[in-house]
């Protein structure tokens, strides 16, 4: 057994809890597709560095084939554009190999069976893909990636790999721009809601894997039936993923921020909570527009859309002030939304549902009755 294939069988092998993969069809494949085809190059992130420093570990080099089966996500661009033999620079990550054990729990989460037609959005490396095409077959795959060089590097990739399934280059967010009718759909990018060509291309009863985003960076993996062509409903499901959100959906530029002032009042929540996983969640789903900074007691909100503003300050003698300005009153929404969910007792998301029609996309806590929010669609 080479060294690839001995790293490949102990992280597989080693994965436990809800990454443990049960399926022996999947296990073959995550054991018998070679990761660092699809690698190549990747960042790590220097510690200590503010804003983040990435580090390049150049293929071949001591210790890249031990990183490239270590359970983790790889970073291979930055700001869509810089690759690993840029050197050591700052950035954003705009392209990255997915953590081996959470592709493989997605796959097994989206149910799939012999002779599904799936369409996954956001081919990245490619290594989803050859698991995908590896356990149902290349004509059973058909993969679109928003940028063409990462494309073009994840075609070669598969054919090295001895995969060919279909590979388009475009916005997936519209779907398979030649139509078709699909019985899974899995997302490997985060949306801030579910792009309308899905539902209509995924057939009823079939099902779409999907992580919810947005500009304050909270997330929720859901798992949607598509009900009848334009409609949906689903529940998130346990556990914390993130992936990068699809560049049609990220927040646009904008300029520095300035602090001004504003109305002042007393918080009636404790501010930290919405640096809690399922807190952000619920904030972000109050105030969609709004970026999230900040931390603990001392948050800042500042909406995309309109300028509007609040931030939070501890006070000396106990509490916080929140100041808010502009036409929208960003955390009375967050504080009305963070007490509803107080009041349901804090579930984690698997507590929620989202439902979806032509006439809006709404997430709710507990039961389609219950207190709820709409994506900004």
Request: charged fraction near 20%; hydrophobic fraction near 35%; charge should be negative.
């Amino acid at each position: 057994m080479s060294t690839s294939a001995e790293l490949r069988a102990a992280l597989v092998d080693g994965f436990t809890g809800d990454d443990m993969v049960t399926d022996p069809a999947w296990n073959r494949a995550a054991k018998s597709v070679p990761r660092e085809l699809f690698v190549g190059s990747y960042f790590l992130p220097v510690e200590g560095t503010a804003p983040t420093e990435y580090r390049p570990v150049q293929e071949g080099e001591p210790g890249w084939l031990a990183g490239v089966y270590t359970n983790q996500t790889l970073i291979t661009q930055l700001d869509g554009r810089m690759r690993p033999e840029d050197g050591t620079v700052s950035g954003s990550p705009s392209s990255s190999s997915t953590l081996p054990s959470l592709v493989l729990r997605m796959w097994h989460q989206l149910d799939t069976e012999a002779g599904h037609q799936v369409l996954e959005i956001g081919t990245g490396t490619g290594y989803s893909t050859a698991l995908g095409a590896y356990r149902l077959g290349d004509a059973n795959i058909t993969s679109i990636e928003y940028d063409q060089a990462v494309g073009e590097a994840a075609a070669a990739a598969l054919k090295s790999a001895g995969h060919a399934p279909r590979l388009i280059i475009g916005d997936g967010l519209l779907g398979d721009p030649d139509g078709g009718e699909y019985d899974r759909l899995i997302a490997t990018c985060s949306v801030r809601y579910i792009p309308q060509p899905w539902l209509y291309q995924v057939k009823p009863g079939g099902r779409i894997l999907v992580t919810l985003s947005g500009w304050s960076y909270g997330f929720g993996l859901a798992l949607l039936t598509v009900t009848e062509p334009g409609s949906a409903t689903g529940r998130f499901l346990p556990g914390w993923t993130s992936f990068m959100i699809a560049r049609p959906h990220d927040r646009p530029p904008r300029q520095s921020l300035a602090l001004l002032p504003g109305d002042e009042r007393p918080s009636r929540i404790d501010p930290e909570i919405i640096s809690t996983w399922t807190g952000g969640w619920v904030a972000q789903l109050a105030a969609p527009s709004a970026e999230r900074m900040g931390a603990g007691g001392q948050q800042i909100l500042s909406d995309v859309a309109t300028g509007s503003q609040a931030r939070t300050m501890p006070n000396p003698d106990g509490g916080w002030t929140v100041i808010q300005r502009g036409p929208l009153r960003l955390w009375d929404q967050v504080e009305s939304a963070v007490e509803a969910w107080q009041a349901a007792g804090e579930p984690h998301q698997d507590g929620f549902g989202i439902t979806v029609s032509p006439l809006g996309q709404r997430v709710w806590i507990g039961s389609e009755a219950g207190p709820g929010w709409n994506l900004p669609i």
